[in-house]
């Protein structure tokens, strides 16, 4: 017989802590890469805001970055995919209005950073 | 009014209250929903998950993606759970253990909710419990494959109602749960898609500063089950939005507001082609299935246009 215990003596139930799946890198899914193309963004945000594994990383900059048509944007600019998280569903690539994303196959993107 | 980028900056980075390294499918709608809603609140957020491709997937053991502080007990009782807190939090506050404000969202998938949430849902609305509740929808259980649900549309081939030689697959057109909530006189209930993420954030704003509880209905189209391209997430969800399937409106303090009103409503065929779920329907014999939902689909419109113009308090 286990002992009776008021339910101020309960243990709690699991406790973890916060955000930890980022140790857990879903990039290793990915069949196609997203190629984003800087030259031809508008740093609009719709990309980011789609994005369901949170892969596009932004930042504010005040001295701006240079996008589509030269122009410098300043403010929330898009920074490059964070392929340790991306798994190329490719939706930012198919809303992207600039059409500054385009998907290649996986391997294809690596032999060519390799012969970078 | 909020920007893209204010948004953008709630829902990425470290202080995002859910983060990267969770295991949804590629292109699965939740993800963009949840960072959406979450990110709406100008409090901190208790988040109460109903079993679902949503708990799973963010907290397979040792992970988690949530940077929030965030509770699952059981697929049937969401409501009931964030009801506790909801009054536990009460307690504290009036006895000076708490002095922060904070809001509380119960997240729930269709199954947990138009089913085996559905009484727990209720009785928490009828209560008055401050919290919000999130349906994700996308039309059936899907966790467990593909199982029909109260929210499966009619005649879309499910694996305990298939289609086939003498069925269509689902025989029933799917519940209303927006009415359902509003029927329980509460302040906020509103229907959104994860295409129109603006949209969205503001019914989450309205939901979460609601007085008293809130409901707010979500179509997640889900890659993996209806079938189709990872990449097409956004589009079937512009579509459903497009075809009136799934308007986008809200009832507030009773009154009906339809959000968008599509000018040319497009035919329920461009919504249902492409998915495997629907793939039946477009074989000889089944044009019959396609008409009876045409129909359906502009009968409900002419309904709730109706509803808007009579200003009548649901
Ligand atoms: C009482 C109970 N019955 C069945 C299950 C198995 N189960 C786990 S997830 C799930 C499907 C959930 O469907 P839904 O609520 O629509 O969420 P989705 O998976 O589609 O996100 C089922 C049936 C369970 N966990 N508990
Ligand atoms: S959607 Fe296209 S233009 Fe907009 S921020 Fe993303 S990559 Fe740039
Ligand atoms: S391919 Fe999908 S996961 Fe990768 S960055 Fe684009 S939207 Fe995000
Ligand atoms: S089964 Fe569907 S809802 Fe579940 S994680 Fe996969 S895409 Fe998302
Ligand atoms: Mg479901």
Known sequence: MTERRTWQELELGVELPAATSLGYKTGGWRVLRPIFNASECTHCMICVSYCPDMAIPIAKSEEGVAGKGGRLFKGVVRLATNLDYCKGCGICAHECPSKAISMVREEEAEQASCKL | MPTLQEIALKTTGADARIVSGHRMCSGCGIGSIVKTVLAASDKPVVVVSATGCLEVVTTIYPFTAWNTPWMHLTFENAASVASGIEAAYKVLKRRGKIDEEVNILAVGGDGGTYDIGFQALSGALERRHKFMYLVYDNEGYMNTGNQRSGATPFGANTTTVPAGKVSFGKPQWRK??????????????????????????????????ADGPAVLAVL??????????????IQYSKLAVET??????E????????NTKPSNRKPIEDFLKGQTRFRHLFRPGNEHVIVEMQKMIDDEWARLLKLEESGIQF
């Not at chain 2, 889900?222 to 990449?231: G, K, M, R, V």
């Not at chain 2, 009136?244 to 409106?249: A, D, I, Q, T, V």
């Not at chain 2, 009832?251 to 339809?258: L, P, Q, R, T």
């Open chain 2, 251 to 258: 009832i507030e303090n009773g009154i009906v507001h339809i």
């Open chain 2, 176 to 209: 209303n749960l927006v009415e359902i909530a509003a029927a329980h006189r509460i302040s906020y209930v509103a229907q959104a898609a994860v295409n129109n993420t603006m949209d969205l954030y503001k019914k989450a704003q309205k939901g979460f500063s």
């Open chain 2, 244 to 249: 009136n399937f799934w308007p986008l409106y």
């Open chain 2, 220 to 233: 997640q189209p889900c890659p993996s089950n209806w079938s189709f391209d990872s990449s097409l997430t």
